[in-house]
Structures are given as structure tokens and as C-alpha cells.
């Protein structure tokens, strides 16, 4: 079916490419590998939009009391998708994100689901084409269709998102009526260690009761815990733009009072952001001022040159990996023993290096017809 909702694997690539397909540019994922006290240790708590837990789903009764998220002034969304909830998890997280600029697609989303309760909220989810669209976006193709048998059993993931709302951090599941308050945030501190506190207790509980239940006492614990932050590719870029826009004004300011000085950056002045020193405001300064505003902005640019070499690598290997995730991979699994098949056909009677000369020669002559091809258009 055309409605249907494909799964989606678990991962930073897949999770920061599917915000930018709905068309939100600002954010990414970032896996947490320890729920140690340095787990968010690198990371600014206000640049924390969210958490996202992924963990083995069983059905069991939950004691904490659920709130009313329209009285609380928190978007909350009911799960009516199958296969969604990694994606609605990441909009409860987004939607009450603040200060975060999530696109065109959910600014109009939002507005249009302000006043429908959750289940229809959840309902508004399904029926969204550019959400549903870009969920889909990571279906594996298949020249094939497989079939799974209905009575066929596996295990069951679920992920749930916690917010900070209003100094208080709450949980978010699409499965339960509404969100769950979890803790206030004292002054001065990271939210998320908070949540991730909770998300202790909870895996701690988890290993005790699979131990308890497990025939020889070996439990079997998946979890995987991502951080949604600010694009820090974007940031760094931001900055470094910045600098390299207040290092040219005082390269001129130094010009102006006959220093020589040599112009490392070609940026035009007009684009400056607007925060930065005027001429103006630097020719107010001393000389020696000036330098230091320099070497301050070759420092910093120096310092976030390898930020931005390390994201852009980080971003290439996650649209690599992106790519075979929706590719066809069945026809390449079926030519493949067929091309060995037939090479070793060839060999047993001692004629494939006499074919692999011959598909060499059809090769070059195909190349060197497109590039005569392409010289003469």
C-alpha cells in the first residue's frame, strides 16, 4: 500500500537526513555511548533539542501518571502509525524545540494541529505527505516483493523523546495519553542529565527483570540512546564566516592608517553580519588592538577549519551509507554467482582470458565513441 510506513533504521544519518527532507537545515544526531555523569559532557544544554531512546518494547503496566499536554503548552501526538514512532518521536522532539527553526513543512503543521488533541494529532502525523514522504524516503528498494507471514513474530523497539519544557523535563511516548513528567531541572544545570538519571533507572530495571526471567540468568539488553543538537557543521561555518568578516574590516582599518598588512579574505563587506564591529567602531581603537583582533580571528578560524573537515567527512560517509540503505542490492546479489558461474565456464575451457580481452576492447571502443560523442556536441 501507498500508505504504508516503511522502518527506518536506527541511526544519525538516517535520522539528521530525514529532519533536512521534511526541511529542517539546523539540527543533527549524535549517538550518546555512555549514560556515565560525562555523557553530555561535550555538549551545551541548550543545544540539546531533544533525546531520543530506542529500547525492546514489552507490554507491561506503567504506575506514572500521565499529564495534559495542552495545559502544559507541549506538543504531544498519539501513535496511530505502525513503523512511525521513530519519526513521531523526532517530532515531539522538534515541535517543542525552542528556538529552533524547523522549516516551512512543521511551522505550518504545528499551526494547522494547534488545537486537535493528541489521537488527532496523530492522525494529522499520518496524513502529512512531506512527513510521510520523507519517512518513506528510506525504504529499501527491492526489485522483489517479499512476503513476511502474518504469524511471523520478532521482537518489538519502540522510541520515546524527552524534552526540557519550562525548566521541567518530561517524557514523551506515543503510546501512552500523554507526557510524562519526569523531573524539575535545578538552576545552572544540564537538563538532559536529568533524563538520562531516568533513563538509568529504567535500564536497570530492564536488566532485572530479564535476568529474573532469562533460563540461565543472561540477559539480553538493546538500547540506543541519540542526542538531537544544533548543526554544528552550520555553526562552525557560521563562525568562521564571522571571523573571517571582522578580520577583513581590521585588515582595512590597519590599511587605512598605513600598516601593511596582507588581505587573506575575499568576502564582501555587504554580507557582514551585523553584529560585528563597524569601521567605525574600529577606528576608535589603537593599532595594537587591531592586531590582536587579528590573530584572534586567524586563531579561532584555525580551530574550527578541522570542526568543519571532520563534519564534511562525517556527512560524505552518512550520504555513502544513506545511499545503499535505498538501494536495490537484490539484482547485484543474483549477477553476481552468475558473473563467477560463467567466468569459471570460461576457464575450464580455457577461454576467459581470450573474453576478458575482448570485453576490454568493447569497453575502450564504447569510451572513446562517448567522448567523440561529447566533442562534437
Known amino acids: 500500500m501507498a500508505d504504508e510506513w516503511c522502518t527506518i533504521e536506527s541511526d544519525p544519518g538516517v535520522f539528521t537526513q530525514l529532519c533536512e527532507e521534511i526541511g529542517v537545515k539546523g ?4 549517538e ?22 530506542l529500547f525492546k518494547w514489552q507490554r ?38 525552542e528556538k529552533l527553526d524547523v522549516g516551512p513543512n512543521l511551522t505550518s503543521f504545528k499551526e494547522f494541529t494547534v488545537g486537535l488533541d493528541p489521537q488527532m494529532k496523530g492522525l494529522a502525523i499520518s496524513n502529512s505527505e512531506p512527513i510521510r514522504k520523507a519517512h518513506n524516503s528510506f525504504r529499501q528498494q527491492s526489485s522483489f516483493e517479499i512476503v513476511h507471514d502474518k504469524d511471523e ?108 598588512v596582507e588581505l587573506l579574505d575575499e568576502v564582501d563587506d555587504d554580507d557582514a553580519p551585523a553584529d560585528i564591529p563597524s569601521f567605525e567602531d574600529l577606528l576608535e581603537k589603537e593599532i595594537p588592538a587591531i592586531k590582536t583582533i587579528v590573530e584572534d580571528c586567524t586563531k579561532k578560524i584555525s580551530e ?35 558473473a563467477l558461474c560463467a567466468m569459471r565456464h570460461l576457464a575450464r575451457k580455457g577461454q576467459l582470458v581470450a573474453a576478458l580481452e575482448k570485453g576490454k576492447e568493447v569497453h575502450q571502443k ?10 562534437s556536441a
Not at 559532557?41 to 533539542?49: F, G, R, S, T, V
Not at 495534559?68 to 498519539?78: H, K, N, P, W
Not at 531516568?198 to 529474573?212: D, F, M, P, S
Request: charged content about 25%; overall charge negative; some cysteine.
Open 27 to 30: 539540527v543533527q544526531f549524535e
Open 32 to 53: 550518546i555511548y555512555s549514560l556515565g555523569p560525562e555523557a553530555f559532557a561535550d555538549l551545551e544544554a541548550e543545544k540539546i533539542y531533544g533525546l531520543i531512546f
Open 60 to 97: 507491561e503496566a506503567d504506575p506514572r501518571p500521565t499529564l495534559d499536554a495542552s495545559e502544559l503548552g507541549i506538543f504531544f501526538a498519539q501513535q496511530v502509525i505502525h513503523n512511525a514512532c521513530a519519526t513521531q518521536a523526532i517530532l515531539s522532539a522538534l515541535l517543542n524545540a
Open 153 to 260: 513474530k520478532g521482537d518489538a523497539f519502540h522510541f520515546v523523546c524527552y524534552i526540557c519544557h519550562e525548566g521541567k523535563v518530561y517524557e514523551l511516548d506515543g503510546l501512552k495519553a500523554g507526557p510524562v513528567f519526569i523531573a524539575d531541572v535545578p538552576a545552572g544545570t544540564n537538563w538532559a542529565d536529568k533524563a538520562r538519571e531516568e533513563l538509568q533507572r529504567r535500564i536497570e530495571a530492564y536488566t532485572q527483570k530479564a535476568t529474573e526471567a532469562a533460563a540461565e540468568g543472561a540477559a539480553e539488553l538493546r538500547f540506543n540512546l541519540m542526542a538531537i543538537v544544533a548543526n554544528r557543521l552550520h555553526e562552525a561555518e557560521q563562525e568562521i564566516a564571522r571571523a573571517r568578516f571582522l578580520r577583513h574590516r581590521a585588515h582595512i582599518s590597519l590599511v587605512s592608517r598605513d600598516e601593511e
Open 304 to 338: 574550527l577549519t578541522p570542526i568543519v573537515e571532520a563534519e564534511q567527512k562525517k556527512r560524505q560517509k552518512w550520504m555513502k551509507e544513506n545511499s545503499l540503505r535505498q538501494a536495490d542490492l537484490v539484482p547485484l546479489a543474483y549477477l553476481v554467482p552468475l
Open 366 to 375: 564504447r569510451v572513446a565513441e562517448k567522448q567523440a560523442a561529447s566533442a
